[in-house]
């Protein structure tokens, strides 16, 4: 009787009972009718309340029951999550081709069950669980409460086993969804599947299965292959789970026919929760720990152009945006180090200079593209092929990778040659490769890609330099990146000149998100295929900013054309309107340039990605905003609509969607071919972002008519939108020609959104206050007052007047420090108030 009550209570805390810990169980006292089970024990470390309902089992409470466990299954070969906790001893290892890796593990032992947990009190936040099979003790797991400046969570750690070095814990699972794992191209819930974290290519398109049984495994990705594969998930039940262990940690997110959330992670590492009471507090928790998104620089905020073959031709794509107004505010060139045609595909020398054929006078290049308001980005990966020009130096060095022979380490590199890496454990490797990077610097670089990381062989050896031992490659695979990115990281903070300059990446794992400025989604296909091209680009975002990288970005029309044909107009126009509404917008030439289609193909595409390259533009305050809030709470630019609307079941599965912020949805069209879009709207009034007309209320799928030049974005009732002018082209802090000055860069159009009362802070300390009066009808004429003061139409838009176009939508303008009466026949409906230090133009323009 004693189990069936615990069960009941357990599965209504399930739905979302709100009792505390001591109120679960309190029906049930230290009596049970189990027999050989030593009371129902519960004890607690910190907030968390353990209690053991079985022998060999328990479950987890925070408030409400957060983890149930299971007893009394046999743990088999599929795998440990058929028992609530085993062990088993593995020799984990990998192939690897081309950046892809096989697993080739070696079993030493199988799965063993833990039929029996012995729990302990160390201390008042500390508990140890000794974990015996049939015969002994066999390991033992501790859990402890942490705390920090955002709250309490749980860390349970694999410390010690003789015999064994992988646990293997799993719980029951319920109707819930799952989000995050990184860099996943393919959905955004990842309820019912097994991931790995273990960094890679992507691949070249993908198959639909994690197999390893095809010929071609080392072509095309497997299902969840990634570049960044982070193993922090966000549960809809209000909680994050993260395992900390660099050796292929997995999770099994009710992923077979035993419906268990099942985590698997190495002797020495730990699992994370993060309880909370709704999805942004839990997130907020995961990242204090595991990272935070850095705020990049300004010029950031404005689009990215790459430009290539040589100083002139980089000159004239720089020209021609500036004679034809298209804003920008960097240039970057990845083959200034050289590069050849092979037919249609455009392969970089790889090399450690510059060549001085195409770049003869890159310094030169360099001033002039200061000059004209860019900064200038340059490219880096950590290969060193065997016929580049510093292959001799470095490998009569002893600075790359070794095999177990103590010898270079080579592979098949991408290019079709052979390949090492540098060794960026060893000391003078990374002085040699810092002085290569900071002499780009001295040139007149601003920064750079820094490109791949991906590729480190298990059976290779890294020379320690601190402790003056070999590491295996399996050790530092997961880590390799990280150590990629800390030696950028630090060339460029050492820089004293004050000018701001950034790197980003495509790889990486925990500590990516405090050193890489910028992540980009990888080489997508050139096409809408939705196993690696343009569907892929909204599931990797989304991922991403669940372990904590915000400032994220995409090739523009893809890069990959080896299995399908270059980009084509739909295509680029497709991918620049989802561009615009990114945190980042960066143009991309492509694996083959003089195929695709880029801004430049005909005027009609030129006025087309002008349109929205001063649209993103345009949203510097309220990206960098949001930036900031990133870097502060680990809440991301670019997010899942269910940290907005955690309630609505529909939003979690949601994959062609996604909230830039909370106010703005976006929802583009991702389908060759299409020119409409179903668009699911949460519950509330929307608007759309740049047309007039009557709110829409949510709750419910609508369908979008949007040809190839156009995006569906709406916008919440209530919301306010900081934006500059359109007029500005550039915004980078050093003089140029196009100087957008200072004066200018601090006058707002302020899109205002009626309806609700909300507020805006802005990063520059200006406050922005909405506030809803009353309800008001859509066809009445509004008038408008200013301080008490009623104003009229414009005639030469100065201050305090308005504006109305033909579709009836209003602008008004006024400046900072003012207070905005908004009134329908006499009522008042809303008040609007800019709070500001400086004072400033503004012009709103209003949504009602």
Not at 286 to 296: D, F, W
Not at 486 to 502: A, I, M, N, P
Not at 509 to 519: E, M
Not at 569 to 580: Q, S
Request: with cysteine.
């Amino acid at each position: 009787m004693k189990k069936i009550v615990l069960f009941s209570i357990l599965s209504f805390c399930l739905c979302g009972c709100e009792t505390r810990n001591s109120e679960i169980f309190s029906d049930i006292n230290s009596d049970s009718e189990v027999s050989d089970v030593k009371a129902f024990d519960e004890i607690r470390t910190g907030g968390f309340l353990i209690r053991q309902t079985e022998i060999d089992s328990f479950s987890i409470g925070y408030g409400n029951l957060l983890l149930e466990g299971f007893s009394g299954t046999q743990a088999t070969d599929k795998g440990g999550i058929e028992s609530m906790f085993a062990l088993r001893d593995v020799d984990i290892d990998y192939e690897m081709m081309y950046g892809s890796f096989k697993p080739k593990d070696r079993v030493r032992s199988r799965w063993v069950s833990i039929v029996n947990l012995k729990i302990n009190r160390l201390s008042d936040n500390e508990i140890e669980i000794l974990l015996s099979d049939s015969a002994s003790e066999i390991g033992r797991v501790l859990l402890g409460s942490r705390k920090n400046t955002e709250g309490e969570y749980l860390e349970i750690k694999f410390d010690e086993s003789e015999r064994y070095n992988r646990l293997s814990l799993s719980f029951e699972c319920t109707d819930e969804a799952f989000i995050g794992f990184g860099a996943q191209s393919i959905d955004v819930n990842h309820y019912g599947n097994e991931l790995f974290g273990w960094v890679q290519e992507q691949g070249i398109g993908k198959v639909m299965h994690d197999s390893y049984d095809d010929l071609l495994w080392y072509v095309m990705g497997r299902k969840h292959s990634s570049h960044i594969p982070v193993p922090q998930i966000l549960s809809s039940r209000n909680y994050v789970t993260t395992i900390m262990d660099d050796i292929r940690p997995v999770m099994s997110l009710c992923a077979n026919e035993s419906n268990r959330l099942g985590f698997e992670f190495s002797k020495g590492s730990s699992l994370y929760i993060f309880p909370a009471d709704n999805p942004k507090e839990a997130l907020k928790k995961a990242t204090s720990v595991t990272g935070r998104s850095r705020v990049p620089p300004d010029f950031s905020f404005f689009p990215w152009i790459d430009a290539i073959f040589g100083s002139e031709n980089v000159r004239r794509v720089a020209q021609k945006l500036r004679d034809n107004g298209i804003p920008a505010s960097a240039i970057w060139t990845e083959d200034y180090i050289g590069a050849k045609f092979k037919g249609d595909r455009y392969i970089l020398n790889e090399n450690w200079n510059i060549d001085r054929t195409l770049y003869p006078d890159f310094e030169k290049l360099s001033d002039d593209l200061h000059n004209s308001g860019y900064k200038f980005l340059v490219y880096f990966n950590p290969f060193v092929f065997e016929d580049s020009d510093v292959f001799s130096e470095l490998d009569s060095k002893g600075l790359l990778i070794r095999d177990k022979n103590g010898k270079t380490y080579l592979f098949d590199g991408h290019k079709g040659t052979k390949s090492s890496l540098i060794d960026l454990l060893n000391e003078d490797a990374v002085k040699w490769l810092k002085e290569k990077m900071n002499d780009i610097v001295q040139k007149g670089a601003d920064g750079w890609m820094g490109d791949f990381a991906e590729w480190l062989p298990t059976d290779s050896f890294m020379y320690d330099s601190e402790s003056k031992k070999d590491i295996s490659g399996l050790l530092m695979h997961n880590k390799y990146p990280v150590l990629w990115q800390k030696v950028q990281r630090e060339v460029l903070d050492s820089q004293k000149d004050g000018k701001e300059r950034l790197f980003f990446a495509r790889s990486g794992w925990f500590g990516t998100p405090q050193l890489a400025d910028v992540i980009w989604a990888g080489d997508q296909r050139t096409s809408f295929d939705e196993d690696d091209g343009l569907p892929t680009i909204i599931p990797i975002g989304i991922g991403l900013g669940i372990c904590g990288i915000s400032n994220y970005g995409h090739d523009i029309a893809g890069y990959q054309s080896t299995t399908n044909p270059p980009s084509d107009k739909e295509l680029f126009f497709r991918w620049t309107t989802l561009g615009a509404f990114s945190p980042v917008m960066r143009t991309h030439h492509g694996y083959m340039p003089k195929l695709n289609w880029s801004w430049e193909s005909d005027d009609e595409t030129m006025e087309f990605f002008k349109r929205y390259a001063k649209i993103h533009s345009q949203l510097f305050p309220y990206l960098k905003t949001l930036s900031i809030e990133a870097n502060r709470t680990g809440i991301p630019v670019m997010r899942s609509l269910a940290l907005e609307f955690p309630e609505d079941k529909i939003v979690w599965s949601l994959k062609d969607e996604y909230m830039l912020g909370s106010s703005i949805l976006v929802a583009p069209v991702i389908k060759k071919g299409e020119t409409s879009k179903k668009v699911y709207l949460p519950q509330g009034r929307w608007a759309t972002f740049s047309q007039s007309g009557r709110f829409i209320e949510g709750g419910r799928y609508i369908t979008v008519e949007s040809p190839p030049d156009s995006i569906p974005v709406f916008v919440k009732a209530g919301s306010i939108i900081p934006m500059i002018s359109e007029d500005i082209l550039t915004n980078v802090d050093i003089p140029n020609i196009y100087q957008s000055g200072s004066e200018k860069m601090k006058e707002r159009i302020v899109l205002l959104f009626l309806g609700e009362t909300s507020s805006f802070s802005e990063y520059n300390g200006t406050d922005y206050i909405l506030r809803r009066v009353s309800d008001y009808s859509f066809d009445k004429e509004l008038t408008f007052s200013v301080n008490k003061a009623r104003i009229n139409e414009c005639k030469d838009k100065e201050s305090n007047c308005y504006l109305r176009d033909n579709n009836g939508r209003y602008s008004l303008f006024i400046s900072s420090e003012s207070k905005l009466e908004i009134f329908s026949e006499n009522k008042k409906i809303s008040e609007f108030e800019i709070k500001s230090k400086e004072s400033f133009g503004v012009e709103i323009r209003l949504f009602y």
